[in-house]
C-alpha cells in the first residue's frame, strides 16, 4: 500500500515533466522555436540590406548620369562616337596559344553615336567581334 501511494505521484510528475519537456509547447519546442526565430530575423536583416541597396541603386540609375553610362558602358557595350574600342583576342593561354601567332589589334570605329551632350547618354550601337576585320596569318 505504501508503494502504491509513492508510485501515483511519481507517474504523475513524470507525465507532467515528459510534457513539459517534450511536448507541443515543451522545452525542446521552445528551443526549437527560438532557432527558428534567430534565423528568420538573421534573414530579414540580409534582405533589408539587399533592399537598401536595391534602393540606392535605383536613386543613382534615376540621377546619376556617370553611373548610368557606367552601367551601359559595361553591361551593353556602348561607346561614344570619339572613341575606338581594340578588342583582343581573348583565348586561354598555354602551349596551343603560343604555337599559333595572335592576329595583331584592329581599331574599331563605333557605329553611329550621338553627340556625348545630347539628352539620353552614351547611345552607340555596341562594339561586336564580327564588325572587325580578321587579320590573315601568313602561313
Known sequence: MQKSLFLAPAAVIIFILYFTVFGDRGLLRINHLHRDLDDMQKHLSELKEENDKLKREIAALQSDRRYLESIARRDFGLVRGNEVIYQFPGGK???????????????????????????????AAPATPAAAPKAKTGK
Not at 98 to 103: L, M, S, T, Y
Not at 107 to 122: D, I
Open 93 to 123: 593561354g598555354g602551349a596551343a596559344a603560343a604555337a599559333e601567332p595572335a592576329p595583331a589589334p584592329v581599331p574599331q570605329q563605333p557605329a553611329a553615336a550621338a553627340p556625348a551632350g545630347s539628352k539620353g547618354g552614351a547611345h
